[in-house]
């Protein structure tokens, strides 16, 4: 098979992949931006590595295997220790096969549904990791409020997500 096809395989794999690799390693490293570092990184040895891959086999553990494998270089490297255990890693690796991509796409349809007020402050939340006071502070509402607000915006975020799954 010629190269470029098999890049071509690779890179659409990867990008189908991608949500479910972002997740698996913000798992592990518990840091955004950190983890979004690590995707990166994966899809640079993914590349190099194209032809290496062995079309029919897994493509979800072996990628889940290098990002596992950056995560460990990068912490050795920086002289932090791991936060999981190895047992724990394998636990949470072993939970990702079972993940549907179409999970990722419920739920960024059932946020588009969301009132555009509690659509912000689960993004402030979750991408901008601002804690309740925060939040409440940059779009002038109370703590309460807030947390009241992000618990409802859940709710109904599970609900939806579990309606368009079934």
Known sequence: M??????????REFLRER?????????LVR??????DVVQETAVVVMEQARDFAPGTDFGAWVRRIARNKVYNANR??????????????????????????WFDALRHCMTKLADRAREIVRLHYHERL???AIAARIGMTVEAVHMG?????????????????
Not at 31 to 36: L, N, P, V, Y
């Open 31 to 36: 840091d955004f931006d950190r983890a979004e």
């Open 77 to 102: 490297a920086a002289r932090r220790t791991v936060a999981l255990s190895p047992e724990a890693v394998g636990a949470i690796e072993a939970a990702f096969p079972e993940t549907d991509a179409g």
């Open 2 to 11: 010629p190269a470029n096809v098999v890049t071509d395989a690779v890179v």
């Open 131 to 133: 804690a309740g006071a």
């Open 19 to 27: 949500p479910s690799l972002f997740a698996f390693v913000l798992s």
């Open 150 to 166: 992000l618990s409802r915006a859940r709710a109904a975020l599970a609900d939806c997500v579990e309606r368009r799954l079934r």
